[in-house]
């Protein structure tokens, strides 16, 4: 699976910017696909997943504000981020977790993979 994230930039305080990762391979072992960011001095952290099944979740700090969603025939995971604040400012990186199962339905193998990443770089 190989991972295109696009659409980061320089916006002001309380500007939004839409985040895209274009997904490309066995995408039919996608079933997670998430938004981590990481600040200058900082941990990674989790933004939003959305699962294969549309299931959403997302990070305290960013709850209102940043909404997931997916496209599947174009097989791209957007990241709609508004309101944005001095402290979003980061670099954002795409992740799909992908999980290949037995004919019998168990797990046999888990695999992450991460896009390239996009600066966000919020002004105040």
């Known amino acids: 699976v190989q991972l295109q994230a696009s659409g980061g930039g320089l916006v002001q305080a309380g500007g939004s910017l839409r985040l895209s990762c274009a997904a490309s391979g066995k995408i039919f072992s996608i079933k997670v696909t998430g938004w981590y960011r990481q600040a200058p001095g900082k941990q990674r952290e989790l933004v939003a997943t959305?699962?294969?099944?549309?299931?959403?979740d997302y990070a305290d700090s960013v709850k209102g504000r940043f909404t997931i969603s997916r496209d599947n025939a174009k097989n791209t995971v957007y990241l709609q981020v508004n309101g944005l604040k001095p402290e979003d400012t980061a670099v954002y990186y795409c992740?799909?977790?992908?999980?290949?199962?037995?004919?019998?339905?168990?797990?046999?193998?888990?695999?992450?993979?991460w896009g390239q990443g996009t600066q966000v770089t919020v002004s105040s």
């Open positions: 959305i699962t294969s099944g549309g299931d959403t």
């Open positions: 992740n799909a977790v992908c999980r290949y199962y037995s004919e019998h339905g168990s797990l046999l193998n888990e695999y992450d993979y």
